[in-house]
């Protein structure tokens, strides 16, 4: 199950990028998780300060 950014609470600060091992998250003016390359490891979820990061 891959992890999915919700798109009203994302404030794309960027601090799940550099947590995520396999590159899965895409910046813009939200961000997204590519759910293909995710691993669902939960880390870029721990460190999301607005709680943005879900399961899908």
């Known amino acids: 199950?891959?992890?999915k950014i919700d798109p009203e609470l994302c404030t794309a600060c960027g601090t799940c990028i550099s947590e995520?091992?396999?590159e899965a998250i895409s910046e813009?003016?939200?961000?997204?998780i590519n759910?293909?390359?995710c691993i669902d490891c939960g880390a870029c979820a721990d460190v999301c300060p607005v709680e943005a990061i879900h399961p899908e």
Do not use: L, N, R
């Open 1 to 3: 199950m891959a992890y």
């Open 20 to 22: 995520c091992p396999v």
């Open 28 to 32: 813009g003016d939200v961000y997204s």
């Open 35 to 37: 759910p293909d390359e």
